[in-house]
């Protein structure tokens, strides 16, 4: 595993306010590498759909703060979300399409949206320890396992 | 965000401009729910998206809880011009399934 190139780090408080923020700095950062412009908006919706949930879900009406990691390597910009908050209940019903617990006005795409947009994603998360969100765009999208 | 709204008989045609998302979402369905409540004889919806440069899951669940209101009132939700990267999340999302899109608002206006 080759090191990163380049990585940064950000705190900020879960609000919507820092999402619009949160997805340029990630598409800005992920200029770096060879992505075209097509697919730095796929990390702009990726990243955005990622920091919404967070928002929404991780302190229920509260607020608590967001830790976003992004690290370039040269065939690929990895990024990572870290809350603090309540947690998933169930990872694998959360990644199901339409499945929300908000359902006013909320359409539970938003991992749909990432999966779609970008080669891999992770979930880690447990009630009540927080949620860690880990998502993986390569250059010129070539599947990791070189499907 | 900025949003513009005018009515043309019983259609509501709104045109917005900028990132439709977590933030501006409350904003577009506060100012579109308020012109069809005062106004009851609204019955269609006319959304320009020419100048929206941004949307995601936030946004589409805006539109759609508008499609469902104007439903309600046996309406249509017509989308006009969007660009290629907001096109892309709405048949990605499916909603361009239940709402058509059209290239510019004459020819949606054609289509009520």
Redesign the interface.
């Known amino acids: 595993m080759s090191a990163a190139q380049n990585h940064m780090r950000m705190e900020f408080p879960s609000l919507p306010e820092n999402v619009a923020f949160a997805r340029t700095t990630v598409a800005v950062f992920a200029s770096q590498l060879d992505f075209t412009l097509d697919e730095l908006d796929e990390i702009k919706v990726a990243t955005s759909e990622a920091v919404s949930n967070t928002v929404i879900h991780a302190y229920g009406k509260g607020t608590g703060t967001v830790t976003l990691c992004c690290q370039i390597f040269p065939d690929r910009l990895e990024v990572e979300l870290v809350d603090e908050g309540i947690g998933i209940e169930d990872v694998d019903k959360a990644l199901e399409p339409a499945y929300t617990t908000v359902p006013e006005e909320r359409m539970g795409l938003g991992l749909v949206f990432i999966n779609e947009y970008m080669d891999v994603l992770s979930i880690e998360s447990k009630p009540g320890q927080g949620t860690k969100v880990h998502m993986v765009k390569y250059v010129k999208a070539p599947k990791p396992d070189g499907v | 965000m900025e949003i513009h709204h005018q009515r043309r008989g019983t259609t509501l045609l709104v045109t917005m401009k900028g990132?439709l998302?977590?933030?501006t979402?409350p904003i577009f369905?506060a100012q579109v729910d308020q012109e069809l409540e005062t106004f009851e004889r609204l019955s269609s919806l006319i959304l320009d998206l020419g100048k929206v440069d941004?949307i995601?899951?936030?946004g589409?669940?805006?539109i759609?809880?508008r499609y469902k209101r104007i439903r309600q009132r046996g309406g249509k939700l017509l989308l006009v011009n969007a660009q290629p990267?907001v096109q892309k999340?709405l048949e990605?999302?499916g909603l361009d399934k239940i709402m058509p899109l059209f290239p510019n608002a004459e020819r949606a206006l054609e289509h009520l």
């Open positions: 990132e998302d977590l933030l979402a369905r941004f995601d899951s936030s589409l669940g805006a759609l809880g990267q999340i990605l999302s």
